[in-house]
């Protein structure tokens, strides 16, 4: 078991450009959770999936921030027209009961 | 108003001190997760605990649900135990995760 697997581990865009992020979940696990975490802000939930299905996507900034998640197997985040304050570590989480996060990837925006 | 409440915000150590670290929620839950953060690191869970006494180690998560708190003690600290610890409470039906704002641990030699 592999765990979380999230890519890229590191990305750098430039103002106004797009970035997708992946996240594979562990196999089997239901729930799937979007985090993202900056020293001033802490730990900020943005969505999650049960069985695909979109559940609570009452962090995502409404604008620019998008997710899906279209087969088991994984799920992207997507910011379009990034902006310097995007700029944070974005994690991904999956569960059955206990939660399992992945090593997370480092966005910064210039 | 904030769910979930961690003390101390941080705390400082000396090797073999023990430490209490505390969660308290205002809401019911569903579970109670605690996690252990080193920095620039991921979240790795300690316990999976969502009522009564787990122990793992060193480590000993308690859980009491009518009083709303968990906690999570640290005997005989070693320097190795630094970072933050996050507690996480899940609402019942499926809720989002919900996250304290960390205790921030050093342990000096």
């Known amino acids: 078991n592999a765990g979380v697997i999230q890519t890229p581990r590191h990305k750098v865009t430039g103002k106004g450009q797009e970035a997708t992020l992946w996240c594979e979940p562990i196999s089997g696990h239901s729930a799937v959770f979007w985090y993202r975490q900056t020293i001033v802000q802490g730990l900020e939930f943005l969505t999650y999936f049960r069985n695909q299905a979109p559940i609570d996507d009452s962090g995502m900034p409404k604008e620019r921030f998008s997710a899906q998640m279209p087969n088991q197997s994984h799920s992207t985040l997507k910011i379009q027209s990034t902006q310097p304050q995007d700029s944070a570590v974005y994690l991904c989480a999956s569960s059955l009961e206990t939660l399992y996060f992945g090593s997370g990837t480092r966005l910064t925006v210039l | 108003g904030q769910q979930v409440q961690q003390s101390p915000a941080s705390l400082v150590l000396q090797e073999g001190e023990n430490a209490e670290l505390q969660c308290n929620f205002s809401t019911s839950l569903n579970s109670m997760q605690w996690f252990y953060q080193r920095p620039g690191g991921s979240l790795v869970s300690l316990f999976y605990?969502?009522?009564g006494t787990k122990h793992s180690g060193r480590l000993t998560s308690t859980t009491v649900i009518k009083e709303r708190r968990s906690s999570l003690h640290i005997s005989s600290s070693q320097t190795t135990d630094s970072g933050t610890y996050l507690c996480?409470?899940?609402?019942?039906?499926?809720?989002?995760?919900?996250f304290g704002s960390g205790t921030r641990l050093l342990v000096s030699p």
């Open positions: 996480a409470l899940e609402r019942p039906g499926g809720y989002k995760v919900v």
């Open positions: 605990n969502p009522s």
